[in-house]
């Protein structure tokens, strides 16, 4: 039994023509420049230098406190939930809640403000000099 199928103009095709098509091997001819071109973006490859390494050793010791920070703050926000939403207990009336310490300064006195001010003058020193220690490294 011979299957047949239609070319896009209607006439029938057989199996015997599509499989003489499909199994036709037709030689494939280079161009004249096509393994001179190969081999010279081969040897530029070659000689192209290394790609530079990720610098792991600087970024681990953020890699290992970023997730502990996060945690840090993620157990102090579930204990000052905890110490709203429940009676105080011994202990926590002995040790002063970080609600307690903030309160002051959530309410804007002069003395806060100063605080505020300096932490982010501190912060920005810092952030901009190791920044810099770090892009001095790397020349």
């Keep these: 039994m011979t299957r047949e199928s239609k070319t896009p103009g209607g006439d029938k095709m057989s199996e015997a023509e599509m499989d003489q098509i ?64 429940g009676e105080p207990s011994s202990q926590a009336a002995a040790t002063p809640s970080l609600l307690t310490t903030l309160m002051p300064i959530s309410q804007g006195t002069t003395g806060s403000a100063v605080g505020w001010i300096a932490l982010a003058l501190l912060t920005a020193f810092l952030s901009v000099k190791l920044s810099m220690r770090l892009a001095a490294g790397r020349t």
């Design 22 to 85: 499909l199994f036709r091997q037709d030689e494939i001819l280079l161009s004249s420049g096509f393994t001179a071109s190969v081999m010279e973006a081969v040897r530029r490859e070659a000689a192209a230098p290394p790609p530079i390494p990720f610098p792991w050793k600087r970024a681990l010791p953020f890699l290992v406190l970023a997730p502990l920070a996060l945690l840090a703050v993620v157990v102090a926000g579930v204990s000052v939930i905890v110490q709203i939403g």
